[in-house]
Nanobody, 127 residues
Framework: QVQLVESGGGLVQVGGSLRLSCLAS????????VAWFRQALGEEREFVAV????????DYADSVKGRFTISRDNAKNTAYLQMNSLNLEDTAVYFC????????????????????WGPGTQVIVSS
């Protein structure tokens, strides 16, 4: 059974940084792309970033481009989301997800393409 577990969330001030981790188990992690999504209170879940199976291809939402960096360490079955220059609009629960694709595709911005999700980690950005 595939399991994804996020960690690293917390409370941070505007302009600060956090690094989220997503630890995977239950299948061959390095065959599949990994994505991060987020959901603010009362809002729809939205795409943040995705990384392909090798770690050499990435895609970002416009709202985080230049501030967030997605990466992975296949030897550790872990993906990361480095978040810098955080602002109030980044406050949300952050989820990692995996589906059945290894390569990047535009459809990977759609949450419906993912079969497995972690429980999420809360990020709160305060002023």
């Amino acid at each position: 059974q595939v399991q994804l577990v996020e960690s690293g969330g917390g409370l941070v001030q505007v302009g600060g940084s956090l690094r989220l981790s997503c630890l995977a188990s239950g299948r061959t992690f390095n065959r599949y792309a990994v994505a991060w999504f987020r959901q603010a209170l009362g809002e729809e879940r939205e795409f943040v970033a995705v990384i392909n199976w090798t770690g050499e291809g990435t895609d970002y939402a416009d709202s985080v481009k230049g501030r967030f960096t997605i990466s992975r360490d296949n030897a550790k079955n872990t993906a990361y989301l480095q978040m810098n220059s955080l602002n109030l609009e980044d406050t949300a629960v952050y989820f990692c997800a995996q589906g059945s694709l290894g390569i990047l595709a535009p459809s990977l911005r759609n949450s419906g393409r993912y079969d497995y999700w972690g429980p999420g980690t809360q990020v709160i950005v305060s002023s």
